[in-house]
Nanobody
Framework: QVQLAESGGGSVQAGESLRLSCAASRSIYISNCVGWFRQYPGKEREGVAAIYTGGRTTRYADSVKGRFTISQDDGKNTVYLHMTGLKPEDTAMYYC????????????????????WGQGTQITVSS
């Protein structure tokens, strides 16, 4: 089991930056992959970014490539999502998720590959 807690959401203007944090209750290495997802009202969650915790390999959705960066701080058991050049269409609830312990899932952006989820943090981008 692991508890995940997101923080860092808020309201910003288009073009500004935010950094989301996902703090885990135990070592992030136990989950080979940690991902960030977002969800629009009435829509399914969509994968935004994922990181392989053992080697820091990353993967991004096309919609955020070049603007978002996922990273990890091993000492703090925390995964970050640094978002730059925010657009109104980035407005959503953002969640972090961890893959099952020791599972070899690759770098999925599909929500069904993840077992543990945080409560989410809202981001609102105004034009």
């Amino acid at each position: 089991q692991v508890q995940l807690a997101e923080s860092g959401g808020g309201s910003v203007q288009a073009g500004e930056s935010l950094r989301l944090s996902c703090a885990a209750s135990r070592s992030i290495y136990i989950s080979n992959c940690v991902g960030w997802f977002r969800q629009y009202p009435g829509k399914e969650r969509e994968g935004v970014a994922a990181i392989y915790t053992g080697g820091r390999t990353t993967r991004y959705a096309d919609s955020v490539k070049g603007r978002f960066t996922i990273s990890q701080d091993d000492g703090k058991n925390t995964v970050y999502l640094h978002m730059t050049g925010l657009k109104p269409e980035d407005t959503a609830m953002y969640y972090c998720a961890a893959a099952p312990p020791f599972a070899n899932v690759g770098l999925p952006l599909e929500s069904e590959e993840y077992s543990y989820w945080g409560q989410g943090t809202q981001i609102t981008v105004s034009s």
